[in-house]
């Protein structure tokens, strides 16, 4: 797939990871949804149980560029682990914005020409530290959205020195600003909207994995369990509770996740959510988000 873009411009991809084969992350499919419009990729990846270098090596795309590390058990609190791992990832890009995605982040190939000209757009600006997503949260299998979590991020920042990853590398910050303020949060003159959306994968996974996946983000964010948390290690299955009043999704998935849904099941039977009352007490707790 050819993205036209100015040759005076270049595009930096990273990412961070650790364990993705155990924990079943869609990391092959993310790196490939954005490869044809960056000019390199950096993966940083994490001392593993798994061979997740090997994974990652299988890919074969020589924008690859794998650096290796192992994770700081004093940053396991808050989940600071996950934005200092980002940041390695983030000083080894060269170009002059750089496009983060997650593990199980995936953008759509309709998206990329969009991407492509909104930082050719606002490459002079410098006002303009990142570009912003829309998110759609696939929660339990492909066919359910959850429309309570967060709506939008930041996922192309100018790789000027001045933005970092922060807190638990959900988003970004401005190293001149005198807090860790999201820059999603304001002001509004810093963002600019991609006009894209982050298909995001990682509440995705077998109720076994995704239990497990939970136990170790519960170590991560904690020094000590709290009670609310011990559910993780006290049963083998993710429940996906919420899963009979999630958003029915039927439009197309983007191409590189194709192998992925052709081959999944729906987790269980679902009733129009329209006709559960669960859902309306979440629309009166919490809105409606769609």
Not at 22 to 46: A, H, M, Q, T, W
Not at 155 to 172: M, Q, Y
Not at 211 to 232: A, M, S, V
Not at 258 to 273: D, F, G, S, W
Request: hydrophobic share 30%.
């Amino acid at each position: 797939m050819g993205i036209n873009r100015g040759k005076e411009m270049k595009v930096s991809g990273f990412t961070f990871v650790r364990n993705a084969v155990k924990f079943d992350y869609p990391i092959i499919e993310s790196i490939r949804s954005i490869l044809p419009i960056v000019d390199e990729y950096i993966v940083n990846i994490g001392d593993s149980e798994d061979d997740t270098v090997g994974l990652i090596k299988s890919i074969g795309n020589p924008k690859l560029k794998i650096i290796e590390s192992v994770w700081d058990e004093s940053l396991k609190k808050d989940g600071l682990i996950y934005s200092h791992q980002t940041n390695i990832a983030l000083n080894q890009c060269t170009g002059d914005w750089a496009f983060y995605l997650q593990a199980d982040e995936v953008v759509h190939e309709n998206d990329l020409d969009k991407i492509v000209r909104c930082i050719e757009k606002n490459l002079r600006n410098e006002e303009i530290l990142g570009l912003m997503f829309r998110y759609r949260h696939f929660k339990g299998d492909y066919w359910s959205i959850d429309p309570w979590m967060y709506r939008k991020e930041i996922r192309v920042i100018r790789n000027n020195g001045k933005v970092r990853s922060s807190g638990d590398a959900t988003g970004f910050c401005c190293v001149t600003d005198n807090s860790q303020k999201n820059i999603k949060d304001g002001p509004k003159n810093r963002w600019a909207y991609s006009g894209a959306k982050v298909f995001h994968y990682g509440w995705v996974k077998h109720p076994k994995i995704m239990n497990e996946k939970k136990k170790e983000q519960t170590l991560h964010y904690h020094k000590k369990i709290p009670n609310g948390e011990r559910i993780f290690f006290e049963r083998e299955e993710y429940p996906y509770n919420e899963y009979e009043i999630l958003k029915e999704f039927s439009q197309s998935h983007p191409k590189v996740m194709e192998e992925r849904v052709n081959n999944a099941r729906r987790l269980r039977p679902r009733r129009n959510r329209w006709l559960n009352w669960r859902f309306y007490k979440e629309v009166f707790t919490h809105g409606f988000k769609g």
